[in-house]
């Protein structure tokens, strides 16, 4: 495994559906790629407004490759942050 380069990166991101994140128009399907602002974040801090309505199984960091791969094959490409 190795950190992909940022050309790779930009173009798995954006290899699905051409936008930024694998999930953009459905945010509540971005708990199955990555660890993301969700309802155990929501729990943790009430006033934050931009979460989605799923369960990523993390608050804070979680470790790597414990979601889903990709379309291209890679993994934890976002989220974590």
Not at 6 to 21: G, I, M, Q
């Amino acid at each position: 495994m190795r950190i992909p380069t940022a050309a790779e990166s930009a173009y798995a991101l954006r290899y699905v559906n051409k936008t930024l994140c694998p999930w953009r128009f459905a945010g509540n399907r971005g708990c199955a790629f990555d660890n993301i602002a969700e309802i155990n974040f929501k729990r943790f801090r009430p006033s934050i407004q931009s979460t989605a309505a799923c369960d990523d199984r993390h608050t804070f960091t979680a470790p790597v490759g414990c979601y889903g791969t990709g379309a291209v094959g890679t993994v934890d490409l976002s989220g974590n942050v």
